[in-house]
């Protein structure tokens, strides 16, 4: 399962909650189901693109799902001004947090975020930070798919991509489609 969110997206972060940390918890720890994130930033949140480098950064570190966590779990305060640091530092040690940090912030100049003309992110940058080749490049795969609002999924099952989805679902629907597939 590939999903592509934005940090800031409401219904990005009620998917979170109500079915992948669950989803997470069952069917990825014991190995059903292989879950692949993917960042599309939304250009209409305005630290979307910072958190998205957050996060990658945290991955880079091995603290992924801790950083997720807390940027879902907070999405109301650190929205408000922006303010990921704080609660990115308290999901973790503090060595783990200064690493995480250091490449976080080794971009002096605005976050990356999808456009809606579908063109490249990087294009209006000269030197782009290495994290944001990696957000640019989730972006460009959600061009393909197309993803046209967050979260959006697309299972593949057996070598077949089936449709895109959209929006919420929760863990019990999604449970039951899984273990339908997973039966076959």
Known sequence: MEVFTDYQ????????????RPMIADYVASGKVYLMHHDFPLSG??????AARWANAAARVGEFPAVEAALYDNQGAWETDGNIAKYISAAMSAVDFKRVE???????YPAITSRLDG???LAQMAHPCALDRYIAQDIQMGYHIPVQATPTYVITHNG?????????????ILK?????????
């Open 176 to 184: 039951q489609f899984f273990d339908s597939l997973l039966s076959q």
């Open 45 to 50: 949140h305005m630290y979307s693109g910072q």
């Open 160 to 172: 077949q991509r089936l449709p895109a989805g959209s929006g919420v679902v929760s863990w019990p």
């Open 119 to 121: 063109s490249d992110p």
């Open 102 to 108: 250091t490449l976080a912030m080794s971009c002096d």
């Open 9 to 20: 997206c409401p219904s990005c972060r009620s998917l979170f909650e109500q079915t992948l």
